[in-house]
């Protein structure tokens, strides 16, 4: 059987992009997709965006990789944004909303946070009707005679697998800006890849510790704004909205 790895919500962090990587290669582990938000947050959106197109054979949007290419009247974000080259900036604005591929006779999708935008959250709390929406065929993901049986997204930072209704949904948790545990996350997906036949299939949840510290560091030395919310969720796990 093979592995997949699969990554999400970078978000400008290289120690901890860094830290997964080497699990991944550690593990052997030879293909790697990743669902989106590789900028803004931290300070490294360039170097993560270097590496992911080094590194992933598969790359989705996420709603930072969108907005972030768009004229914005906030000052945090005007940063960030010119962390970035014209090619990253294009580069941002070609990435698909999904990709669907067999795994031992299942049909898999994945996108960064719902069938139906890139902006619409769905939480592991939501309501069943809600979370078995995640399954729909839309405009987005392309309306193809079948639905998926596993659904991978990101976006919420918060790693979990649910079974509703024979379906499957997981989230991949967040690799640079965890809101779950202050580890580094990511997922691994086990099967026969790109067939149709029915044969063994695991999820694994990986959690890798990183160097906080260095990360905070390089935050610091880039002068970057919105650092206090930013250190409180790398060293808590606790999102910057709750505060308000």
Not at 18 to 47: E, W
Not at 88 to 114: C, W
């Amino acid at each position: 059987m093979e592995r997949i790895a699969i990554i999400s919500d970078i978000h400008g962090n290289i120690p901890a992009l860094d830290a997964v990587l080497d699990d991944i290669k550690q593990k052997k582990i030879q293909r790697i997709f990743c669902l989106g938000d590789l900028v803004g947050k931290g300070p490294d959106s360039y170097k993560v965006i270097q590496k992911i197109r080094q590194s992933c054979e598969k790359v989705i949007k996420g709603n930072w990789d969108d907005f972030i290419t768009k004229e914005t009247e906030f000052e945090s974000l005007k940063w960030h944004q010119h962390q970035l080259t014209a090619d990253q900036n294009l580069y941002l604005e070609s990435l698909p909303f999904s990709y669907d591929f067999y795994m031992s006779g299942k049909l898999i999708r994945l996108f960064h946070a719902s069938p139906h935008s890139v902006y619409t959250r769905v939480q592991p709390w939501d309501s069943i009707e809600t979370r078995l929406g995640m399954f729909t065929n839309t405009d987005y993901t392309g309306l193809s005679t079948y639905q998926p049986d596993v659904v991978g997204y990101g976006d919420v930072h918060h790693a979990f697998i649910q079974h509703i209704d024979g379906k499957t949904l997981f989230n991949t948790g967040s690799v640079g800006n965890p809101l779950d545990l202050t580890q580094a996350s990511y997922t691994i997906v086990e099967g026969e890849y790109d067939s149709k036949r029915e044969a063994g299939f695991n999820i694994t949840f990986v959690r890798v510790p990183y160097n906080i510290e260095r990360a905070i560091q390089l935050a610091k030395d880039a002068e970057m704004p919105d650092l206090e919310p930013y250190i409180q969720e790398l060293t808590t796990a606790k999102y910057r909205g709750l505060n308000n």
